[in-house]
C-alpha cells in the first residue's frame, strides 16, 4: 500500500513540475511573438486622423494657455495640429505628444509654428485627463 502510495505522490510531483516548467516560458517571455512589452512605448499610426490624439494636443494647448504660461514672446499658443504621438500604458494611458502650435498674434499674422513636447495621462474609468508636462521641444524639426 505505502509503493501505490509513494508512486502516486511521485507522479502528481512530476506532473506538477512539467506543467510549472511549461507556464515558467510564459510567464518569463511574455512578449514572446505575441503583444508587445508591458510598460513599453507604442507610436501611434495616422496621428494626423487620429480624432482622439488631435483632441488631447488641443487640450494641451488650452491647458497650456490656461495655467498662463506665456511662450517666450508673451503670446498665447493656438494649435495647430499633433504630429507625432506615443502611448505607454500605466495607470491609465500616458500620451507623449509633440504639437504644432504658433503664437497667438493679431488674427492673419503668419507667425511660425513651433513643436512642443507634451505629456498627458488619460483614466478612462474616471473620465480625467491631466497634463503632466509642456515645453519647447528639444529639436525643432522640419516635420
Known amino acids: 500500500m505505502a509503493s501505490k502510495l509513494y508512486a502516486v505522490a511521485v507522479a502528481v510531483l512530476l506532473s506538477s513540475a512539467r506543467l510549472a516548467a511549461a507556464g515558467a516560458d510564459d510567464e518569463q517571455w511574455p512578449a514572446a511573438g505575441r503583444g508587445r512589452k508591458v510598460g513599453g512605448t507604442t507610436a501611434v499610426e495616422d ?4 480624432r482622439e490624439v488631435q483632441e488631447l494636443g488641443l487640450f494641451c494647448v488650452v491647458e497650456h494657455n490656461r495655467r498662463g504660461s506665456p511662450t517666450a514672446r508673451g503670446h498665447r499658443l493656438v494649435f495647430s495640429r499633433v504630429v507625432a504621438a506615443q502611448t505607454q500604458v500605466v495607470a491609465g494611458i500616458k500620451y507623449y505628444l509633440r504639437i504644432a502650435a504658433r503664437n497667438g498674434l493679431r488674427e492673419g ?10 505629456v498627458v495621462v488619460v483614466k478612462a474609468w474616471v473620465p480625467s485627463r491631466e497634463m503632466l508636462s509642456f515645453a519647447p521641444a528639444a529639436e525643432q524639426p522640419g516635420y
Open 47 to 50: 496621428v494626423e486622423g487620429n
Open 109 to 118: 499674422d503668419d507667425d511660425e509654428e513651433k513643436v512642443f513636447d507634451a
